[in-house]
């Protein structure tokens, strides 16, 4: 539990949420 | 064993001693969820934000959606009064807080609070400066450090003309909200320490 971030769940939520944006566009 | 939950992100400091520590862990990821929500739909409208890479955009809010919330939920913090008004709209006092376990983080958020509110900014400085607390480019993983850097100093230079331009006989307001991005990062750090205790012992 080193990542406090990882630990609220909360990358999948901002991943979730910026999806739409993101569908199209190379990393 | 924990008995309260003190973060204002929740609709109520008690918890349910029937429920499981994962069920605990859920109700409380739903309670702030829609607020994350809000951090990254505002991070969308940040002119230039979405021209970062999927990866940048991921760890500025990673890294920065606290801080983001400590700006956005500053009013939830009455400093007169001494109370802090969770998400249900119900208001508890610092006394009762305290009594159940809240400690050095809750001084210090009023704090943040009290000395943000009397810079007695508008609508329009808030969110410029609250994308400045976002847009980063010291926060750990970011990969292109100088695309992050160029927003990051197009957003401090707006910042800085602005609160120039409402506030003409004030020349410290921009020095300090400045000053206010170190106070965010140490709230940040606390907060880290205190989540970090909550999910090794729910």
Redesign the interface.
Known sequence: ??D??S?????D???K??MG??ED?P? | NRMYLVCPMNTSPYVDPQKSGHSIWEDFSMSFTPAVREVVEFAKRIPGFQDLSQHDQVSLLKAGTFEVLVVRFVSLFDVKERTVTFLSGKKYSVEALRSMGAGDLLNSMFDFSEKLLALNLSEEEMSLFTAVVLVSADRSGIENVNSVEALQETLIRALRSLVTKNHPNEATIFTKLLLKLPDLRSLNNMHSEQLLAFKVHP
């Open positions: 539990f080193s406090p971030a630990n609220l769940g909360l990358e939520i901002i991943r949420a910026l944006n993101m566009r990393e």
